[in-house]
C-alpha cells in the first residue's frame, strides 16, 4: 500500500478519524498465500500467539493483526517491518515513536477494523450480529438502569416473532459496539464495565450516536460515531478531542 495512492500521507488531518475495513479472505488458492504473507508480518510474540489459538480463528488473527501493521507504517512512512507496539495495561497498542498517531484493532468473524486518529485517543469495535441464547442477560451486562428505562425493548420468546428479535438483537449489538469503541478508546477494553457508558444510538448503522457518560468524567470532547460495515455487523469508533468526520478505507492487509 502507498500513503499518496489513498490520500493518507501524514496521517489523518484534524477532526477525521479513518477506519480501515479488512474483510476476512474467504477460503480458496489464494488465502493460504495471503496468510502466509500476513503472518510474515506478524511480531514474534504476535506468532507465538497465533500458534495457540484455535486452527478456524488463525485466518482471522494473522490478518487483521497484519493489517495494523501495515496501516500504521502507512501512516508513519515507514515499511511494516519497522513498526513496533507498547502494549497499555489492558494491551492497548501505542505506537513506538510516534505517540500522536493512535490507533484501535477489533475483529470479529469475517471482518476485522482499523481505526487511526492523531486527535486523540481512538477506539473501535466492531460485533457481528448473531442469535443470542439470552438476550435479556445480555440486556442486563450492556445497559445501565437509565438506558434500560429509556429502551424497553421486549425480551425476545417465542410469542414476541421475528421482527421483535431481530430490533432486539440488532439494538443490543449496536450498543454494544458503541461501549466497546469508548472503553477501548480509554484503554480498558474488555476490562471496562459497559454498563458504565451510556449512549442513545437509535436504530441506525451509521452516523453519530448521543453519548452521555463516560467513565471518569468528561475531561475531553469526545465523538462516538456508527460505522455501517454491512447488516450483519454493528460497528463504532470513538475519538476522545476530535473524529467529527469519520473517512472509511478499504484494502487488503
Do not use: N
Amino acid at each position: 500500500m502507498s500513503a499518496a495512492r489513498y490520500g493518507v500521507a501524514g496521517g489523518p488531518p484534524p477532526g477525521e478519524v479513518h477506519v480501515w475495513v479488512i474483510p476476512e479472505p474467504v477460503a480458496g488458492p489464494r488465502r493460504e498465500a495471503l496468510v502466509g504473507r500476513c503472518a510474515g508480518l506478524l511480531s514474534p510474540e504476535e506468532r507465538r500467539r497465533w500458534g495457540r489459538i484455535v486452527p478456524g480463528a488463525r485466518v482471522l488473527y494473522a490478518c487483521s493483526h497484519a493489517a495494523l501493521r501495515a496501516v500504521t507504517a502507512l501512516y508513519g512512512g515507514r515499511h511494516a517491518s519497522q513498526v513496533a507496539f507498547v502494549a497499555g495495561k489492558f494491551g492497548k497498542p501505542y505506537v513506538s515513536g510516534d505517540p500522536g498517531l493512535r490507533i484501535s484493532l477489533s475483529h470479529t468473524e469475517g471482518l476485522a477494523l482499523v481505526a487511526v486518529s492523531r486527535d486523540g485517543p481512538v477506539g473501535v469495535d466492531v460485533e457481528r450480529v448473531r442469535p443470542l441464547r439470552d438476550p435479556a442477560g445480555l440486556r442486563r451486562q450492556i445497559l445501565s438502569p437509565w438506558e434500560a428505562e429509556r429502551w424497553p425493548a421486549p425480551e425476545s420468546d417465542a410469542r414476541s416473532g421475528p421482527s421483535t428479535s431481530t430490533a432486539l438483537h440488532d439494538g443490543l449489538f449496536t450498543r454494544w459496539a458503541c461501549k466497546e469503541a469508548v472503553l477501548k478508546a480509554l484503554g480498558s477494553g474488555l476490562a471496562g464495565d459497559l454498563t458504565a457508558v451510556w449512549v442513545t444510538p437509535g436504530e441506525r448503522r451509521g452516523g453519530p450516536v448521543e453519548l452521555h457518560r463516560v467513565p471518569g468524567g468528561a475531561s475531553r470532547t469526545w465523538r462516538l460515531q456508527l460505522v455501517d460495515v454491512g447488516r450483519e455487523f454493528r460497528a463504532a469508533v470513538a475519538v476522545a478531542g476530535g473524529g467529527g468526520v469519520v473517512r472509511v478505507l478499504g484494502a487488503p492487509p
